[in-house]
């Protein structure tokens, strides 16, 4: 099988950095995903890793360590906007399944 | 371009009836998925396709169906709607390569009662 385990819920300052962890159960996959969910809303693709390391988009970063069957998110410079849902998300033979999410709570 | 289109927005059906969730994408994406989420919770996938012809059971098929008659369509049938099928289902559709970038439908909210 295959599982995506994450945080519930984290919370954050305003103007702060938060990481959300994703850690993996499962084996030949061909890279991570991350996703934004506002309420009531759909889900939005964030960042992609292909390979081990760090891919930087503008204040959102991402991890990922097949090693250690681990990614994370990196949110920098925190706003209020950004108050919404994180999902990991790993494509297995074409299949994309996701993590249950991460709500991410930011007080000012 | 449109992007991916889901119909209806809003739908609400009495238990043991049936119908079909609409998906289109004008984007010429070869692979597209259905997912319902539950409140509170992720997204579980319930079928998907790599191309026209072809589909495949995601985590979750029971009481559902597809068909990929064409590259743009991708309808997700519910028949004998039971209240456990009560959910918000959305539509995605991606191209073949190094990204895997998920384009999302806007949902369908369905209640079955």
């Known amino acids: 099988g295959q599982s995506l385990e994450q945080p519930s819920e984290v919370t954050a300052v305003e103007g702060a950095i938060v990481q959300i962890n994703c850690t993996y159960q499962t084996s030949g996959f061909y890279g991570l995903s991350w996703y934004q969910q506002h309420d009531g809303g759909a889900p939005t693709f964030l960042s992609y890793?292909?390979?081990?390391g760090l891919e930087e988009t503008g204040r959102f970063s991402s991890f990922l360590s097949r090693s250690d069957s681990y990614g994370y998110l990196l949110l920098q410079e925190l706003q209020m906007k950004d108050s919404a849902s994180y999902f990991c998300a790993v494509n297995r033979d074409d299949k994309i399944i996701f993590g249950k999410g991460t709500r991410l709570h930011i007080l000012p | 371009n449109a992007g991916v289109t889901q119909t209806p927005k809003f739908r609400i059906l009495k238990i043991g009836q049936s119908m079909t969730l609409q998906c289109t994408q004008d984007m010429n994406h070869n692979y597209m998925y259905w997912y319902r989420q539950d409140p509170g919770m992720g997204l579980k996938l319930i079928y998907y396709?790599?191309?026209?012809?072809?589909?495949d059971k995601g985590e979750v098929p029971n009481g559902y169906n597809v068909s990929r008659s064409t590259t743009e369509d991708f309808p997700l049938r519910l028949e004998l709607a039971a209240p456990s099928q009560t959910s918000v289902y959305f539509c995605?559709?991606?191209?073949?390569?190094?990204?895997?970038?998920?384009?999302f439908g806007s949902g369908t909210q369905l209640s079955v009662l």
């Open positions: 995605a559709s991606r191209r073949e390569g190094t990204n895997e970038k998920l384009f």
């Open positions: 396709s790599v191309g026209a012809g072809i589909t």
């Open positions: 890793n292909a390979l081990d």
